[in-house]
């Protein structure tokens, strides 16, 4: 079934310990799209100026992915510059210029209007809540929020978070939000505010999702995949959008979205996420088959599976 | 068949988010001892001073651990204060007074000598070593260390490391040993030191094991454990401790050492952990069943298991 995800499209300066590569095309949508286009239809609604031309386009098309939600606006495309020489896990931004995606106002096409699933990246909490309105007939809506809204645009954000299936931040990000220091008592504290399940991205350590009480199944165990132990990060810039993109994906390539479904989508969550670390850019996120990705999703299992 | 831990008998003062307790039993030998005591036979080479009872050796006896080589010297039992007010991950060390612990000398006593299995808790590399030395028929030997060694006698570890068979340490203490930020680049170095295994924990997001080409198994390929998400972690002290036992007493129960066992010893580990921070002290390590334990076992598969 079809995706929608809306988001930012941006070109990233990024310096890590393997190298400096200046204007690479990136932004959560289409390290979102790229992901979840291995898995089913994805359509993007984001925001580029003129900067962004036919090639950059083609990346997406490339990839079955509908670009018709995407508008080109006067003035430049979202830009960001950031690295990781210290910490690996954590960017330090050098600049952010937003440009068009300033004043970005979702526009969804009409072709759009029958999207099964949804993803709204990480965007003003207001203008997810408008997106979801707008498409009042989806079957899960799934997304994601950051340090910058949790702080100056909380009350909206709880609004928002009403709308919202599943949740997908990293551990700062749940801990900032419920204001609580340990992890499952925050996830609990979240899972209150709104959404039926929280992912709870751990960076080289992997995700857990918990579950609201008889949310997708019985209970409210919570459920954990692993991250591999990758022995080069060349750009670690996408990785989470690009496990929201696998995750969300998967879940809308099955019929049901049951608790069995959503384990094993948080384990192709994982998969896409070290998939894209492995080159700068979507680079690696262009050209890989599904045959490798379910290689490595085995991998995924056997490393953390006993007999 | 038997295991030897030799490490430190403490007594704690520590303060959690849930309480304050003064004089409680610890110290790395009293945690991993407990700990492997539902799965094998274990003895104890420590040191203790004049304020340790035969109360406190009740508690060790209780679970039918060997206290033999416990050594009763003149003065007082080592003694550490801490605190986790901040952070559940790490302690604020308040005080360390080393006491009779500052002169330990490791004497095995002569019904030790059979010992098949050892574990060097956390001591000088060259006290670690010696005792390796004298213990020269044992099948398998784990150990332990810390940044004080690794920084301050670092050539006298990496000699001690070419005796051990498994190392158990933390994340920093891989990077800072293997002076390499990148977790499973620095594992592998630390593996070409001598360990054939490298367990290193995560704390709150579980372990992982690194194997050397061909040690126990085919491969090199990595393990990951899973730890559980605990909503109230009364007290941390002893979780590594209490996680080294329940892995090394879990393989020292096993006819074989392979990875499927070494596998299931790292839930095992896991498990062992999560009991120890549920309450203060050892207390919840005293009373435990191998049904419980086992019970736990099967919560931490189903946390992480696809079907």
New interface residues.
């Given amino acids: 079934m079809s995706i929608l995800v809306v988001g930012s499209v941006a070109f990233d300066n990024v310096l890590t310990p393997s190298g400096k590569k200046d204007n690479l095309l990136g932004g959560a949508a289409t390290y979102f799209a790229l992901a979840a286009s291995y898995f089913t239809e994805v359509r993007v609604v984001g925001v580029v100026g003129e900067d962004f031309t036919t090639e950059h386009e083609n990346v997406l098309k490339q990839r079955g992915i509908d670009t018709r939600g995407i508008e080109h606006a006067q003035g430049k495309t979202f830009r960001w510059g950031g690295q990781y020489l210290d910490?690996?896990n954590e960017a330090k931004t050098d600049f952010t210029d937003l440009n068009v995606f300033e004043n970005f106002q979702p526009r969804i096409p009409a072709e759009y209007k029958n999207t099964e699933f949804l993803f709204l990246a990480n965007i003003h909490p207001t203008l997810q809540a408008t997106v979801r309105r707008e498409l009042a007939g989806v079957k899960l809506t799934g997304g994601d929020t950051m340090n910058y809204w949790i702080r100056g645009t909380n009350s909206e954000l709880r609004e928002t978070l009403r709308l919202m299936d599943i949740l997908t931040i990293n551990d700062t990000e749940a801990k900032m939000l419920a204001n609580e220091?340990?992890?499952?008592?925050a996830?609990?504290k979240v899972l209150a505010m709104g959404p039926k399940a929280l992912v709870i991205k751990?960076g080289?350590?992997?995700a857990?999702i918990?579950f609201r009480e008889g949310a997708f199944g019985v209970g409210r165990?919570?459920?954990?995949?692993?991250a591999l132990?990758?022995?080069?990060?060349k750009d670690p810039t996408g990785a989470g959008d690009s496990f929201a993109g696998g995750f969300m994906g998967y879940i809308a390539s099955q019929k049901d979205v049951n608790r069995?479904i959503i384990?094993?989508a948080l384990?192709y969550g994982g998969v896409m996420g070290s998939f894209a670390v492995e080159q700068f850019g979507t680079e690696r996120l262009q050209t890989l088959s599904r045959e490798e990705i379910d290689a490595r999703f085995q991998?995924f299992?056997?490393?953390?599976?006993?007999?």
Avoid at 221 to 226: C, D, K, L, N, W
Avoid at 229 to 233: C, G, K, N, T, Y
């Fill in positions: 910490n690996l220091s340990n992890l499952p008592r996830a609990h751990h080289e350590y992997g857990t918990f165990h919570p459920f954990r995949a692993p132990p990758i022995e080069e990060v069995e384990k094993r384990f991998v299992r056997e490393l953390t599976h006993l007999e």
